[in-house]
């Protein structure tokens, strides 16, 4: 496996894998697929954008993690590819990130996380973030209350 920066060219291996986890459900507060201009955009390239990283074993991209302006803070997202988390591929993703993040000047890192998503939950707090605020109301579109943890990480 290998970690680089994510190039325009993998906006389509992107978006397949995050609208694969989007479809299983359960990991993520997406619920709908996102085009591959979109995770071109808001992942990989666009204004709000960064840092963004790709993971590949034998050429394709087994997971992906960015670094977006949100609402003023620098959010994190990572994905990987289903069946196989936690098995190195977020820590992997995360070592390049923060090395990017830090050469950025980002000095803190926001994550939020559904609060029914345990294995997210876990790898937030094994690379050091920390709660610091929740949504417990947060729902989904069907109306199912899976509320949402916040986290933060200082760099």
Not at 48 to 61: K, L, M, N, P, Y
Not at 69 to 75: A, P
């Given at each position: 496996m290998i970690t680089r920066r994510a190039r325009p060219e993998d906006a389509e291996a992107m978006a397949a894998l995050l609208n694969d986890i989007i479809a299983i459900g359960g990991t993520t507060a997406h619920q709908h697929p996102k085009s591959v201009e979109a995770v071109g955009v808001d992942y990989i390239d666009g204004?709000?954008?960064?840092?963004?990283?790709?993971?590949?074993?034998?050429?394709?991209?087994?997971?992906?993690?960015?670094?977006?302006?949100?609402?003023?803070?620098?959010?994190?997202?990572?994905f990987v590819q289903p069946g196989i988390q936690a098995r190195g591929v977020g820590a992997a993703l995360f070592a390049l990130t923060r090395e990017q993040a830090q050469g950025a000047g980002i000095t803190r890192i926001a994550a939020t996380i559904r609060a029914d998503n345990a294995p997210g939950l876990a790898y937030y707090a094994r690379i050091g973030f920390r709660d610091t605020g929740s949504d417990p109301d947060f729902a989904l579109d069907d109306g199912r209350v899976v509320g949402r943890i916040h986290r933060h990480l200082d760099l």
């Open positions: 204004p709000e954008v960064q840092t963004s990283v790709v993971a590949e074993d034998g050429g394709r991209i087994i997971g992906w993690q960015s670094i977006s302006l949100y609402q003023g803070e620098s959010h994190i997202g990572t």
